[in-house]
């Protein structure tokens, strides 16, 4: 049975009034006895007492939770965004509630509900498609959300500008003679691409990639021959690298593609560079960011900046060996081993 405060309170000789106010770190437990306050303790560990907390939640308002909403936490990234997220908040006395769609849009809104439905003071969102109808029908438009990856305008989140890597990426491919360049389709950076490739006189072609990708779909764009290629992701750059392989092509594309974790750098030297966006600054920008729209009530829409750099190869790696030395990364670089096909990580 659920030890209670009246419990408590009889162990102690006192009011129930008197042991939720020391409990509770009331202004007015200053005036309890050091005595008393000693026997409230051993009282609560004697008869191993923990707060309710939808008791607490009710009582204040707040349930000192946060919900994150993410596709899968089978990947490098997401696992490692939700440990880092879910460190970050205890830093401030939340705890993270993970809701996990599989990338399918009706369960996404069955997630968001959920965290709803279980009080969390707000929600750091994971994913690209953003239920904004949803959220207008059901009167959430205002709830506290952060949004890590999409950007819909009605919500705080990071904003990443790329078009400065991506520039320097598509005059690079010119300069080496390049014809033609693979882009990423329904992406933000298609227009961009499309536009930079114009004004090089290169072919565009469009490809459609997500996580559900397979590997005929890299040999269709190998068969493509393109003599360049963009991607928002490494594991797309290396399945390419791979189905070229597979075909024992002696020429690959020149590739460029988003740098975000040390899993990320690819040690080969078709790789012209990378957009590197910095992850450590992501999570704790994110958390400080949905901590003033909680803690000080700044709920103003304005985006937080963490722009893209461009980083050739070799700073890639320097970049790479940064993040092996720092101990945010730590619990994520001790699960790498020291070498994968094709990925180097030193």
């Known amino acids: 049975m659920r030890t209670t405060l009246k419990d408590i309170a ?36 004697e008869l191993n007492y923990h707060p309710s907390t939808m008791a607490r939640a009710l009582k204040s308002g707040r349930s000192r939770t946060l919900g994150l909403v993410v596709g899968d936490i089978c990947s490098d990234y997401f696992g490692f965004l939700a440990q880092s997220l879910l460190n970050e908040c205890a830093k401030y006395g939340y705890q993270l509630l993970i809701g996990i769609t599989r990338f399918d849009p009706e369960e996404e809104r069955r997630c968001l509900e959920n965290l709803i439905g279980r009080q ?50 598509v005059r690079r491919f010119h300069e080496l003679g390049c014809r033609s360049m693979v882009i990423p389709e329904k992406t933000s950076w298609a227009g961009f691409l499309r536009a930079e490739a114009d004004r090089y006189g290169m072919e565009a ?18 068969d493509m021959k393109p003599d360049a290629a963009v ?23 020149r590739l460029f593609y988003s740098y975000t974790l040390p899993c990320d750098c690819i040690s080969d030297p078709c790789v012209i ?32 900046e963490i722009p893209f750099r461009f980083l050739d190869n070799a700073e890639m790696k320097n ?20 070498q994968r096909k094709g990925i180097l990580y030193e």
Do not use: W
């Open 273 to 304: 560079g990378v957009a590197a966006s910095d992850f450590k600054a992501i999570v704790q920008q994110s958390v400080r960011r949905m901590m003033q729209m909680l803690e000080e009530g700044d709920k103003q829409i304005r985006p937080t």
């Open 10 to 45: 009889e162990r102690v000789g006192v009011t129930k009034a008197l042991v939720s106010l020391y409990l509770n770190n009331h202004p007015l437990s200053a005036k309890i006895a050091k005595s008393t306050k000693e026997k409230i303790d051993r009282a609560v560990r």
């Open 205 to 222: 072609l469009g490809v459609a990639l997500d996580f559900f990708s397979s590997a005929e779909d890299f040999d269709r764009i190998r």
């Open 231 to 253: 991607f928002t992701s490494s594991t797309f750059a290396a399945s390419l690298l791979a189905s070229c392989a597979r075909k024992r092509k002696k020429k690959f594309p």
């Open 120 to 169: 969390a003071d707000g929600i750091f969102y994971g994913l690209g498609v953003f239920p904004a109808e949803y959220l207008r029908s059901a009167g959430l438009m205002d709830y506290p959300i952060f949004q890590i990856h999409s950007s819909h305008p009605a919500f705080n989140g990071i904003q990443r500008d790329a078009e400065e890597p991506l520039k320097r990426a």
């Open 319 to 338: 970049f790479c060996r940064e993040q092996f030395a720092d101990p945010f990364y730590e619990s994520f670089t001790m699960k790498l081993s020291c």
